[in-house]
């Protein structure tokens, strides 16, 4: 179970925050990992904070190059510094307001790898290309450009999250049995690339809610979830949690 704060975050709030969700993390069964995915400037913070708990940090993008003359940009090895376990790459806001490529998000998960990170690899379809007909043509371009470049051991180490674009902070939530047709479609998709690959971890995202979560996670293909709005809540945040620790399969 993964939290995506997004840019939100302020040094005194995340510090009640981040404790909560250690705390109520601990509590949680040994099957559940939960990490929290903070704007850089708070890397620092969470390494204090969480460091010995349960719970996992990281980072919520990173460059596609390891250094030198890039402004404002992060490269993998800076948050591995911060003893940061995950690196989400091509969030649908990267992709949609930072124009990133399939072929530049398949590099930054290279990246994240060779730093020793978890990619955290998004892949989602918007409206128009759901009414269209185009979702698996979509998702398949975005996964494929990653598959394509790492080995299958490397393919093996990374966790994927399907995240509908129509469903990210609006409130709609695809229902149930869609989500866990895609997944079923991405799952067939890392097979593919090698039977070590199928069992890479599939989380849902958008608009995951305590009220909801129990019934996505209960679908035989979503491993887990990503989560937005509802991380910058430590009771809701743990409640989806524990959600997930209702499910068996
Ligand atoms: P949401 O965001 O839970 O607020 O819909 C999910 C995400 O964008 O990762």
């Not at 250094?67 to 911060?82: I, L, R, W």
């Not at 290309?129 to 979702?135: D, M, N």
């Not at 229902?175 to 039977?195: I, S, T």
Request: a negative charge; glycine letters at 12%.
């Amino acid at each position: 179970m993964v939290g995506n704060w997004k840019m939100h975050g302020r040094i005194s709030d995340n510090a009640t925050l981040l404790t909560e969700v250690a705390a109520g993390a601990s509590a949680l069964q040994k099957g559940v990992r939960v990490g929290v995915c903070v704007p850089c400037p708070y890397l620092a913070q969470s390494q204090a904070l969480l460091s010995g708990s349960v719970v996992q940090w990281g980072i919520q993008d990173v460059s596609a190059h390891s250094g030198g003359a890039f402004t404002g940009e992060v490269a993998a090895e800076m948050a591995a510094d911060f003893g940061v376990t995950y690196a989400i790459v091509g969030h649908s806001e990267r992709r949609a307001y930072h124009r990133e490529s399939p072929e530049l998000v398949a590099s930054k998960a290279q990246r994240a790898i060779e730093a020793g990170l978890t990619p955290i690899v998004c892949v989602g379809e918007t409206l128009e290309e759901r009414q269209a007909g185009t979702t698996e043509q979509i998702i398949g371009t975005q996964l494929d450009a990653v598959l394509a470049i790492l080995t299958e051991e490397q393919a093996a180490g990374i966790v994927v999250a399907y995240e509908p674009v129509w469903a990210i902070g609006t409130g709609k939530t695809a229902r149930p049995g869609q989500a866990q047709d895609v997944h079923a479609f991405l799952r067939h998709k890392l097979l593919e690339k090698g039977a070590s690959v199928a069992s890479v971890p599939l989380l849902y995202g958008g608009s995951v809610k305590p009220e909801n979560a129990e019934e996505l996670f209960g679908q035989k293909d979503i491993d887990g979830g990503l989560i937005g709005g509802a991380s910058l809540k430590s009771k809701d945040f743990l409640a989806i949690c524990r959600a997930a620790q209702t499910v068996t399969h």
